[in-house]
């Protein structure tokens, strides 16, 4: 019988086989253990938030804490402990994190988080995810500086997430592969579950969210209808988009939050953050046969100008995208 191999398996191998890799090994194996105490708690607070919504006592007469809040500490408390990191930053935070770090593990790498992207779906048991990118610190600056998180996404050496649904399955790419691991609660290990991840050639799906149609620019409509009508793809939206990416990874689809103009001044405002959205997700499809573009650059080569930069974000089967690409911005 094919044993099929746990994350510490997976990792020790990655070990074996690049020895240069231990330091981002073991920050994977925090992320995973960060994941499976999100995982619990988002359980845990389903429950409570029928039994007492945030900010109450729950049936434990505990302080039940909003669950976005409970995983930014997490991450920040947790991987303070761990010495990897010399910062931190999240899109619960205004500024960035000092971590420290330098003493212990030299504070080597930085991390920015989405702790718990779609929390606002908790309520109505919608799947939600951790996003997760880690870039190599810069050189010459103090660990909490902003410009750590002013790399372009083709820097990262780390980036995945965890989605909390049906069961808790964790993403992730070193840049040489993207594998997909999920969790047996009973045991607490992760088990190796898709491997070399690609995104299938055929386009499934199209995500987004048609309310807004009518405030895209002329393109992203086009492009819209192109995929509905010519392509021929079924609608699936989730609103929570590391549930929405994680199934185009796995069926082929291709994700849209454009730019959008609701007052009518020629402004497209977007709204996914370039760190904790859409840098991670687009270095996980440039290792899985995808394509991300922010109107008509490529993510990965966008060098952010704020921690908290937004992107218009259209991604997905690199063929599709490419249609896209060749669409002009005023269609
Ligand atoms: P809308 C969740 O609030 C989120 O940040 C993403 O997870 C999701 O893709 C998007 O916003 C949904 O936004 O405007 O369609 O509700």
Not at 288 to 308: F, N, Q, R, T
């Amino acid at each position: 019988m094919a044993f099929t191999p746990t994350l510490t398996q997976y990792l020790l191998g990655q070990l074996a086989a690049h020895p240069d890799r231990k330091d981002l090994v073991l920050i994977m194996s925090d992320l995973a253990t960060i994941g499976k105490i999100i995982s619990r708690e988002t359980n845990r607070a389903g429950l409570a938030s029928i039994l007492g919504a945030a900010g109450s006592t729950n049936i434990q007469d505990e302080e039940v804490q909003k669950l976005d809040v409970f995983a930014n500490e997490l991450c920040k408390n947790y991987l303070r402990t761990t010495g990897h990191f010399c910062a931190m930053a999240s899109e619960e935070e205004d500024t960035v994190v000092d971590l420290g770090g330098e003493g212990k593990g030299g504070g080597k790498y930085v991390i920015a988080f989405d702790p718990l992207d779609g929390s606002s779906n908790i309520d109505v048991n919608v799947s939600i995810g951790t996003i997760f990118s880690v870039h190599r610190r810069l050189p010459d600056l103090p660990t909490a500086a902003p410009e750590h998180f002013l790399q372009p996404g083709k820097e990262q050496v780390l980036a995945g997430y965890i989605l909390y649904g049906s069961s808790t399955v964790l993403v992730f790419s070193f840049g040489n592969g993207v594998h997909e691991f999920t969790l047996d609660q009973s045991l607490g290990e992760f088990f190796l579950s898709r491997d070399r991840m690609q995104v299938p050639k055929k386009c499934k799906y199209y995500s987004v969210n048609e309310a807004n149609f009518k405030y895209f620019q002329p393109r992203d409509q086009k492009f819209v209808t192109y995929l509905r009508d010519e392509l021929g793809c079924g609608a699936r939206y989730i609103g929570s988009f590391a549930a929405d990416f994680h199934r185009n990874l796995i069926t082929g689809g291709i994700f849209l939050y454009p730019g959008v103009d609701k007052k009518g001044t020629g402004e497209y405002k977007p709204k996914l953050r370039l760190n904790f959205e859409a840098k991670p997700m687009a270095f996980l499809l440039a290792h899985a046969g995808g394509l991300a573009m922010a109107d008509s650059e490529e993510i990965l080569a966008i060098k952010p100008v704020d921690v908290h930069q937004r992107v218009p974000i259209v991604m997905g089967n690199k063929e599709v995208m490419r249609e896209y690409a060749t669409m002009k911005k005023d269609a």
